[in-house]
């Protein structure tokens, strides 16, 4: 089977595939075989005892999650299955935020880092609350033209906030 959305492969353990355990946790979970080639065919863990002890530790406290990790017997080659479950909190490595998209892992950056917090934490970028906003930041022309547009397309307006309650009053 090849390398897909869900399965990673990997011919020896390196640290640096905590991210790709946090780019799988981050999206719908996955699985990382250590020991197999690109094609998926088992190569064979010379220092597994050592790696089933170490690879569950290294995950447990550097991204802080915990993964199945099992030893497989391929062809009388042994290999190590490491199965990541999805997440509903973001799951970082050292601060920073992967991605798994397709057969590849990207580090989340910026708007897309930013996008993807929020809808972790269940927000769109409209419901989040600046503190150092304040009345006089808002414009009452641009309110009067967006009430007006509202209006002249048939949208109800349904004020949640009894600030925008007063400005909607103030200004109609």
Not at 102 to 118: I, M
Not at 152 to 170: A, C
Request: one cysteine or more.
């Amino acid at each position: 089977m090849p390398e897909q959305q869900s399965i990673e492969y990997k011919s020896s353990w390196h640290d640096d595939y905590l991210k790709w355990i946090c780019g799988f946790a981050n999206v719908q979970g996955g699985r990382i075989y250590i020991d197999k080639d690109d094609t998926g065919k088992a190569v064979d863990v010379d220092d597994y005892k050592k790696l089933m002890d170490e690879i569950p530790n290294k995950i447990k406290n550097n991204p802080g999650i915990i993964a199945e990790v099992n030893l497989l017997q391929e062809g009388g080659k042994s290999l190590i299955e490491i199965i990541v479950l999805p997440y509903s909190v973001p799951i970082s490595l050292r601060g920073r935020y992967y991605y798994r998209s397709g057969s590849v892992k990207q580090e989340l950056t910026g708007t897309a880092l930013n996008e993807f917090l929020l809808k972790r934490a269940g927000l769109t970028w409209d419901e989040v609350i600046e503190p150092r906003a304040t009345f006089a930041d808002i414009d009452e022309e641009v309110f009067r033209l967006y009430l007006q547009m509202a209006k002249e397309k048939g949208h109800k307006l349904d004020f949640q906030f009894r600030h925008f309650r007063y400005m909607y009053d103030k200004i109609v």
